[in-house]
């Protein structure tokens, strides 16, 4: 195996990460460069009547006025019924959040841009704030933008048939559920650095991306530029989470003010600017009922979900993504035949909703799981096996689901077998019992979910999104002395793709990732790629460099072949060298033939060369399915609402695991944020729009002592459709926790009669709950 598939080996990366070596934006030194600080709206509604700037500053300053080649951002969506929404990279006539960018202001430092920025003096007349999407929907509600005739964004129904389950139901549930508002924060935040290169006639954009390619095509669109003279390249990106997949508005202020000034000019999200204009993502109101038999069966599930979206569509996945993805996953790993589901997108007074780790499967994931409880309660039987019979059996496989998800390999129902014995779950319900006596609440939760990776261009463009490709292309050559090099236009921003993609090349040259480069997030040296999210960076930047490097090894074999005097298919490869029964070349000896000493080689010689750029696509179009069951043993102090972790279990399965080392990190990473969505995290409004959450004292982020020691297990069901049999994993862990560890704290609160419905679970909320619960 070497350093190839399957190896446990440390990230390439973590030598300069860890060592400060790192280059993020903000590392960066140019001459002459400019910093940039923002005006941004202080009100989350109004019209925005003048911008007054000092009469010395009116060369640093720029507004709306200025930019007025820019084109407005208006991501467009094919699906029925969508509404564009148009945002001025700084605000034109209309401020919709608490933090909209008005103007741009450049100085040599950020202090001083920033004492610029509080000369500049902003008259808006104050509109209505819509601070709510359940306000926000009512047909008299004020317009969000004017061109609307409601504050839909998008409704989608699926209207499936529920006659069997409303006849035979013996058991009908009932509830609303509640997710928070959050932000990401990756460590990182956002920044972009842009200067003109006059020589290359190009736009050089450094910008803290997941997306350099996809940022690249944004900003010529929008700057009306072409794609000839923009380069997007990504830096070191200190994590993204869904947050730097899209085309922020800064992103084009910034380069228009660098090409314009004709100097370097960089703007840097503080961690206020993220908490307050980054506040986008996981708001999700749902409204379920379901139907199920006296053992638990579910027989139907009749849903309205509404995701608050925010004032605007994000560029290039839209407003409707969020929605489209609820409304098709909330059925979930679960053989479901009746179902139907509306979902409303609704515009409000914040900034617009990104995807982010999971993108409306913690949601959905959150709402199903608590309703599988639920039903478990209602039937009197345990919840695990409830779940367990409600999931699609392995025997099923593949399975079509019925909003047509196609279900491509894997054993749902073992995965809760194997969490339910790793929890120890019948030695748990005597421990529980016991500590009821003594007036002490454990609970148990889990949370079961399918995530859908890799999808195919076919399944965003279900979701209006044309431009999304469900392929990818990668290079892979020897260098002169005979090096192996890897390119991609994919990114690697934590999730240790740029090892991962090493290790898939090392498979098949036998050369150890030590000695494999990794070149990425350069548009200018790499093949197009639309670039890391939707956990599709494994399956298909690692399934192009697969190919690639598949035939990068039949082209070593013949110049092999010519240094070894033998036939090309009598040449095998191991350790870096080419090899014939005794004798041997190295890939050194063969590159410099290639390259330096032609005349080596036979005058028929295979022109080809040694770089190879292929490009792949899975053998299905719909996206390979990863599986997870999370497990959560809690304990909840009645007095103080705290929720301390006794246990916490996931067993999971991704198919073909790359590097279970950096698979653990993401499922620890990704289970701590959830965990932060399930107890923590929680952006808020006051009633006229102003944010209550603008520090990391009130915004509350998971530390190591809120955390379990988690406990993780794999089985490997490769994909019978992709390369290596690999699916994508990126964003799972973050699906489960909320569900699991809601079901944990219900579970713990049954004898007081408490049934939490709403994420975060703080401790005020659990508080007065039980109060609620107690009061006679
Ligand atoms: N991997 C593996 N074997 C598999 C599948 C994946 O070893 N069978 C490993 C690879 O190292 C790969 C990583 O897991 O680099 C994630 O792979 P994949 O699921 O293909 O996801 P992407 O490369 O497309 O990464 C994006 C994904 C998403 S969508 C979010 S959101 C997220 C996530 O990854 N953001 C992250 N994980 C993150 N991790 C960190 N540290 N930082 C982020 O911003
Ligand atoms: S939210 Mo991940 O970048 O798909």
């Given at each position: 195996m070497g350093t190839g598939i399957g190896a446990r080996v440390a990230r390439k990366e973590d030598a300069r990460l860890l060592s400060g070596q790192a280059k993020f934006v903000r590392d960066l030194k140019f001459p002459r460069l400019l910093e940039a600080a923002y005006v941004r709206s202080p009100l989350a509604h109004g019209r925005l009547k003048s911008v007054t700037i000092p009469e010395k500053y009116k060369?640093?300053?720029?507004?709306?006025?200025?930019?007025?080649?820019?084109?407005p951002i208006r991501p467009e969506s094919t699906l029925p019924g969508y509404k564009a929404s148009q945002q001025y990279p700084l605000v034109k006539d209309k401020v919709?959040?608490?933090?909209?960018?008005?103007?741009?202001?450049?100085?040599?430092?950020?202090?001083?841009?920033?004492?610029?920025?509080?000369?500049?003096?902003?008259?808006?007349?104050?509109?209505?704030?819509?601070?709510?999407?359940?306000?926000?929907?009512?047909?008299?509600?004020?317009?969000?933008?004017?061109?609307?005739?409601?504050?839909?964004?998008?409704?989608?129904?699926?209207?499936?048939?529920?006659?069997?389950?409303?006849?035979?139901?013996?058991?009908?549930?009932?509830?609303?559920?509640?997710?928070?508002?959050?932000?990401?924060?990756p460590m990182e935040g956002k920044g972009t650095l842009s200067y003109w290169d006059d020589k290359a006639?190009?736009?050089?954009?450094?910008?803290?991306?997941?997306?350099?390619?996809?940022?690249?095509?944004?900003?010529?669109?929008?700057?009306?530029?072409?794609?000839?003279?923009?380069?997007?390249?990504?830096?070191?990106?200190?994590?993204?989470?869904?947050?730097?997949?899209?085309?922020?508005?800064?992103?084009?202020?910034?380069?228009?003010?660098?090409?314009?000034?004709?100097?370097?000019?960089?703007?840097?999200?503080?961690?206020?600017?993220?908490?307050?204009?980054?506040?986008?993502?996981?708001?999700?109101?749902?409204?379920?009922?379901?139907?199920?038999?006296?053992?638990?069966?579910?027989?139907?599930?009749?849903?309205?979900?509404?995701?608050?979206?925010?004032?605007?569509?994000?560029?290039?996945?839209?407003?409707?993504?969020?929605?489209?993805?609820?409304?098709?996953?909330?059925p979930g790993p679960y053989a479901l035949e009746g179902y139907r589901c509306k979902t409303y997108s609704v515009a409000t007074n914040k900034p617009g909703f990104t995807p982010y780790r999971g993108v409306a499967r913690p949601g959905v994931c959150f709402a199903m799981e608590l309703t599988i409880d639920a039903i478990a309660r209602a039937v009197g039987r345990e919840p695990a096996d409830v779940r367990r019979e409600n999931l699609v059996p392995g025997s099923a496989m593949p399975y079509t689901n019925v909003t047509g998800k196609f279900y491509d390999?894997?054993?749902?129902?073992?995965?809760?077998?194997?969490?339910?014995?790793?929890?120890?779950?019948?030695?748990?319900?005597?421990?529980?019992?016991?500590?009821?006596?003594?007036?002490?609440?454990?609970?148990?939760?889990?949370?079961?979910?399918?995530?859908?990776?890799?999808?195919?261009?076919?399944?965003?463009?279900?979701?209006?999104?044309?431009?999304?490709?469900?392929?990818?292309?990668?290079?892979?050559?020897?260098?002169?002395?005979?090096?192996?090099?890897?390119?991609?236009?994919?990114?690697?921003?934590?999730?240790?793709?740029?090892?991962?993609?090493?290790q898939v090349a090392s498979e098949w040259l036998t050369v150890d990732i030590d000695k494999i480069n990794v070149l990425m997030g350069d548009t200018g040296m790499t093949p197009y790629s639309t670039g890391a999210y939707a956990s599709r960076g494994m399956v298909m930047a690692g399934g192009a460099v697969s190919k690639a490097a598949e035939e990068l090894v039949k082209r070593i074999k013949?110049?092999?072949?010519?240094?070894?005097?033998?036939?090309?298919?009598?040449?095998?490869?191991?350790?870096?060298?080419?090899?014939?029964?005794?004798?041997?070349?190295?890939?050194?000896?063969?590159?410099?033939?290639?390259?330096?000493?032609?005349?080596?080689?036979?005058?028929?010689?295979?022109?080809?060369?040694?770089?190879?750029?292929?490009g792949y696509k899975p053998d299905i179009d719909t996206g390979v399915f990863t599986y997870a069951t999370h497990a959560a043993i809690v304990e909840v102090d009645p007095e103080t609402g705290k929720v301390s972790f006794e246990d916490y279990y996931v067993f999971e399965d991704c198919g073909r695991r790359v590097n279970p080392l950096i698979l653990e990190g993401q499922t620890y990473g990704g289970a701590a944020q959830g965990i932060g969505t399930a107890l923590f995290e929680e952006v808020l409004?006051?009633?006229?729009?102003?944010?209550?959450?603008?520090?990391?004292?009130?915004?509350?982020?998971?530390?190591?002592?809120?955390?379990?020691?988690?406990?993780?297990?794999?089985?490997?069901?490769p994909s019978p459709y992709t390369r290596h049999g690999i699916k994508g994993v990126g964003e799972g862990a973050a699906i489960a926790p909320g569900g699991a560890v809601l079901n944990a704290i219900n579970d713990a609160l049954e004898p007081l009669g408490v049934e939490l419905n709403e994420?975060?679970?703080?401790?005020?909320?659990?508080?007065?709950?039980?109060?609620?619960?107690?009061?006679?």
């Open positions: 060369d640093r300053v720029f507004t709306a006025s200025n930019l007025s080649d820019v084109l919709r959040f608490v933090g909209e960018c008005i103007a741009i202001c450049v100085a040599p430092t950020r202090a001083e841009a920033e004492d610029i920025a509080e000369q500049v003096i902003v008259d808006i007349d104050p509109l209505p704030p819509l601070v709510n999407a359940s306000d926000a929907k009512t047909r008299d509600a004020p317009r969000l933008h004017d061109d609307w005739d409601d504050n839909l964004f998008l409704t989608t129904a699926f209207d499936g048939d529920l006659e069997f389950a409303e006849k035979n139901a013996t058991v009908v549930i009932e509830r609303e559920y509640n997710t928070a508002r959050q932000c990401m924060n006639g190009q736009l050089v954009v450094y910008t803290s991306t997941q997306v350099p390619h996809l940022i690249r095509t944004g900003i010529a669109q929008y700057l009306q530029m072409d794609q000839g003279q923009v380069r997007v390249i990504a830096p070191d990106v200190g994590g993204g989470f869904g947050y730097k997949c899209v085309l922020q508005p800064e992103e084009l202020s910034v380069s228009w003010v660098a090409r314009k000034l004709k100097r370097p000019v960089r703007w840097v999200e503080d961690r206020r600017e993220h908490l307050v204009a980054g506040a986008n993502t996981r708001q999700h109101h749902y409204k379920l009922k379901a139907y199920a038999d006296d053992r638990g069966k579910l027989l139907g599930i009749d849903a309205e979900i509404t995701v608050d979206i925010g004032a605007y569509s994000v560029w290039p996945f839209t407003a409707c993504l969020e929605a489209a993805q609820a409304g098709g996953n909330l390999s894997g054993d749902y129902q073992h995965s809760v077998t194997e969490a339910a014995r790793a929890i120890g779950l019948e030695d748990f319900r005597k421990r529980q019992k016991e500590a009821r006596t003594q007036g002490r609440f454990l609970g148990l939760g889990f949370g079961t979910f399918t995530e859908q990776s890799a999808h195919g261009t076919k399944v965003f463009a279900a979701w209006g999104l044309p431009l999304v490709p469900g392929y990818e292309q990668a290079m892979v050559k020897l260098t002169p002395s005979g090096s192996v090099e890897v390119r991609s236009g994919n990114h690697s921003f934590g999730q240790g793709l740029e090892t991962t993609i090493a013949i110049h092999a072949s010519h240094l070894l005097q033998c036939d090309a298919k009598d040449v095998a490869l191991k350790d870096g060298k080419a090899l014939s029964g005794a004798a041997s070349v190295d890939f050194a000896d063969i590159a410099r033939a290639w390259y330096l000493r032609p005349d080596q080689l036979d005058e028929d010689v295979d022109t080809a060369g040694l770089e190879v750029t292929q409004y006051d009633p006229s729009g102003q944010p209550l959450t603008s520090t990391l004292a009130d915004y509350i982020l998971p530390g190591p002592a809120e955390l379990p020691h988690f406990r993780l297990e794999h089985s490997e069901t994420l975060p679970a703080t401790p005020h909320k659990i508080l007065s709950a039980i109060m609620d619960a107690d009061r006679p």
